[in-house]
């Protein structure tokens, strides 16, 4: 199978900047998709922003012209620059990966990494 680490959550105050990192591993054979989603208390998880393996990009408009995704392909790690963070921003932002990996033959797989808070706050 395929795991998902995620990393670069935390603490900042409104304004504030964060970079999340996300890094795919197992017997991998290629990644078509890669994305972040958030999931604030009481509410559905939402799609952050979205990437494919040619670097077409999708966001939430709510986080347009405020975050950046990107990837490295070569490192099968996925990025999230959150910029001028707002308290509304506060969730769990999990990782999610689509592609395929060997496992005797190829096989598709749909993975989440395990979720890194961000809480926007003074």
């Known amino acids: 199978q395929v795991q998902l680490v995620e990393s670069g959550g935390g603490l900042v105050q409104p304004g504030g900047s964060l970079r999340l990192s996300c890094a795919a591993s197992g017997s991998i054979a290629s990644i078509n998709a890669m994305g972040w989603y958030r999931q604030a208390p009481g509410k559905q998880r939402e799609l952050v922003a979205a990437?494919?393996?040619?670097?077409?990009?999708n966001y939430a408009d709510s986080v347009k012209g405020r975050f950046t995704i990107s990837r490295d392909n070569a490192k099968n790690t996925v990025y999230l620059q959150m910029n001028s963070l707002q308290p509304e921003d506060t969730a769990v932002y999990y990782c999610n990966a689509e592609g395929r990996y060997y496992s005797g033959y190829l096989r598709h797989f749909l993975s989440w990494g395990q979720g890194t808070q961000v809480t926007v706050s003074s």
């Open positions: 990437i494919t393996s040619g670097g077409s990009t």
